[in-house]
């Protein structure tokens, strides 16, 4: 794949020429779509706007900016990451470098916790919290819950806080620590975590759609589990007496994370799918009684 800009025309090119020529030396699997929101963003336009002026021309110090954002697209960095910015949940949000781009598998976390957990006042930690996407989508949904977001990257909590500030959502704050060092001797209705759980060997992690994310937040571990059982063996401690904790993990890993959660105690283990049918999220309440999660879940 060609990392080169597209080389502009005599004269100005008109909107549908820019897009079929940047579309052409994209990646992946949607470069249509991608060339179409760096060239909305180099023009302050939408997508639709692109749509109805496609014989429009391309003011060039516009067309400049679109070349270099299609440069830095088709040597495999993020669109989230050429932009600074991602939708979550319904959430615009800042991301760079020190965060990962948050994935649509995720809102699988936020749906099912927001229909199982508590619906009246509740305290929240969201570990591993990244841009903020989960603690930001469970404020905004609850806004008589109190979240509180951990990073062990400042520069992530810092990602965080402006998200925050984005979203006008004042029931979330966000600190930097090592998991749950923030929080200790404090105690939770619910704990969330996306953590890294991908094996620290795993060619994909050189491959072209994640080289360019901090590996931290990605990998951990021979097996890819390390941090979510530090995440999980940690919980009991910071949950009152039938607390929630949910945690993201790989497709292949649902066995041996709810095997997790029964060792640490948890009780009415349960591990929910995302939309592709993957297991995506597993979950356990402390103490017994707890009611089953769903119809859609599989037995630990």
Known sequence: MSVSAPVKQ?????????????ASRLPGDSPRLDAELLLAHALGRTRAWLLAHAADPVPADSYDAYAAMLTRRA???????????AAFWSLDLDVNAATL????????LVEQVLAHAPAATARVLDLGTGSGAIALALARERPDWQVLGVDIDPAAVE??????????IANARFVAGDWYGPAVGMQFELIVSNPPYICADDPCLQGIGLRHEPLSALASGADGLDALRAVVQGAPVHLVPGGLIACEHGAEQGAAV???FEQAGFSSVCTWRDLSGHERVTAGWLGAGAERASEDLHDG
């Not at 990602?159 to 006008?168: E, H, P, S």
């Open 101 to 108: 781009v948050p994935r649509p598998d995720t809102e699988t």
């Open 75 to 85: 040597a495999g960095e993020p669109v989230a990451y050429v932009l600074g910015r």
């Open 10 to 22: 005599a004269g100005s090119l008109a909107v549908r020429a820019a897009l079929e020529q940047g």
């Open 258 to 260: 709810r095997a997790s």
């Open 159 to 168: 990602v965080a806080m402006r998200n925050a500030q984005r979203n006008a």
